[in-house]
Nanobody, 131 residues
Framework: QVHLVESGGGSVQPGGSLTLSCAAS????????MAWFRQGPGKEREGVAA???????TWYADSVKGRFIISQDSSKQVYLQMNSLTVDDTAIYYCAAMSLLGYTDSWAGLVWRQAQRYNYWGQGTQVTVSS
């Protein structure tokens, strides 16, 4: 069973940085898609960034390009380094996972934002950006 546990959230001033971590007990499949989503107050859940466990292909929402970096390590940790944070980044951040068995990275790039495709979710971690 896949369990995802996020950590690293907190409060930071605008312009500051935070790094979130997602610890996976296992991946759904050796070729999986790991993603970060967020849901701000009164907003819908949106995809922030995603990475494939096989080739480490990455994708980002336009709103975070150039500021956030998604990465992973061999211990099944997925990270989201967040720089130049703004108040608009305030949200609960969720880690999500889905198997890419039978699918390519190109396909993953087309669907990574679609939350309904992910089978596994963490409990979320709060990020608050405020002066």
């Amino acid at each position: 069973q896949v369990h995802l546990v996020e950590s690293g959230g907190g409060s930071v001033q605008p312009g500051g940085s935070l790094t979130l971590s997602c610890a996976a007990s296992e991946y759904p499949y050796r070729h999986s898609l790991m993603a970060w989503f967020r849901q701000g107050p009164g907003k819908e859940r949106e995809g922030v960034a995603a990475i494939t466990t096989g080739e480490s292909s990455t994708w980002y929402a336009d709103s975070v390009k150039g500021r956030f970096i998604i990465s992973q390590d061999s211990s099944k940790q997925v990270y989201l380094q967040m720089n130049s944070l703004t108040v608009d980044d305030t949200a609960i951040y969720y880690c999500a996972a889905m198997s890419l068995l039978g699918y390519t990275d190109s396909w993953a790039g087309l669907v990574w934002r679609q939350a309904q495709r992910y089978n596994y979710w963490g409990q979320g971690t709060q990020v608050t950006v405020s002066s």
